[in-house]
């Protein structure tokens, strides 16, 4: 008997949230399609009914982690640099971002999983130029990569006020840039 798809589709969001935490916390290598399934309160044998893959539940995790981070954020960059680059971010085990907390683990992937990190940048990069959708300035990329690069150095710290002077310097240096590119677009 086939299941209706409303539950196929809460079963399949149900191993994606497992899967984003997860490989959020452990990166690739770290975790198992046993790991995400127990997770998730399924069998293995449920898995390949979403599925053809770990790597393909990767880039889908890492594609629907970002679309939710999206959703919850504020309308003006301001906020989203200041929330981005928070201890609240980044001792956050739901709703981190993959962009930073992925980062090294990405570049270790194939070209589907880099392509679908590097889509995930250029929109987020894109939205902190201004205009969603469209190409990314070099003011919007050295701000994105102080975001990312700044939380992914903090959460390697393991001295608690270093990482949060780390996010305060990056943070100022964020909203430092989108002032300025802000005020030569004015001009």
């Not at 594609?63 to 201890?87: F, G, N, Q, V, W």
């Not at 679908?116 to 939205?127: C, Q, V, W």
């Not at 390697?156 to 002032?179: F, P, S, T, W, Y």
Request: contains cysteine; glycine residues 6%; aromatic residues 6%.
């Amino acid at each position: 008997m086939a299941w209706p798809s409303e539950r196929r589709s809460e079963s399949r969001d149900r191993i994606l949230l497992s899967a984003e935490r997860l490989f959020t916390e452990r990166g690739f290598d770290g975790v198992s399609i046993d790991q995400v399934m127990q997770d998730a309160g399924m069998t293995r044998g449920a898995f390949y009914a979403h599925f053809k893959s770990k790597r393909e539940l990767y880039a889908e995790a890492i594609s629907s982690a970002a679309k939710r981070m999206e959703a919850r954020h504020p309308a003006s960059t301001d906020e989203l640099i200041r929330r981005y680059l928070s201890i609240q971010h980044l001792e956050s085990k739901a709703g981190s971002c993959p962009l930073a907390f992925l980062v090294s683990d990405i570049g270790q992937r194939d070209t589907q999983i880099r392509e679908t990190y590097t889509r995930i940048f250029n929109a987020l990069a894109g939205k902190l130029g201004g205009e969603p959708g469209s190409e990314p300035d070099d003011a919007a990329l050295r701000t994105l990569v102080l975001m990312v690069g700044g939380v992914a150095v903090a959460r390697a710290i393991n001295d608690a006020d270093l990482a949060e002077r780390v996010l305060e310097a990056c943070r100022e240096g964020a909203l430092d840039q989108c002032a300025s590119s802000a005020e030569q677009r004015l001009q």
